[in-house]
């Protein structure tokens, strides 16, 4: 069982920046690939980035150029470096890990972006 706790979230004006970070619990931290997801109201979970176990990254279309997924496996914990921010970007993101069968998620935190 992994644990994942989120941090950093909070309100930025428009154009700020934040950095959330999520510590996973255990000793494969490693193999898994690390991913940041987000939920708007009203609107589905989609997935922001991703980077897998040998730091390749993926993002969502919507956040290239303006969000840094990394991890940094001897602290077992993954970071989304957001810049930028927009009033889309308002949402709960969620961390999550995935290894073979195992799928595990944070509970949340909130960014809002508000004026």
């Known amino acids: 069982q992994v644990q994942l706790v989120e941090s950093g979230g909070g309100l930025v004006r428009p154009g700020g920046s934040l950095r959330l970070s999520c510590a996973a619990s255990g000793n494969t931290f490693s193999h898994y690939v690390m991913s940041w997801y987000r939920q708007a109201p009203g609107k589905q979970r989609e997935l922001v980035a991703s980077i897998e176990s040998d730091g390749n990254t993926n993002y969502a279309d919507s956040v290239k150029g303006r969000f840094t997924i990394s991890r940094d496996n001897a602290k077992n914990t993954v970071y989304l470096q957001m810049t930028s921010l927009n009033f889309e970007d308002t949402a709960v993101y969620y961390c999550?890990?995935?290894?073979?069968?195992?799928?595990?998620w944070g509970q949340g935190t909130q960014v809002t972006v508000s004026s």
């Open positions: 999550n890990a995935k290894w073979w069968i195992s799928n595990y």
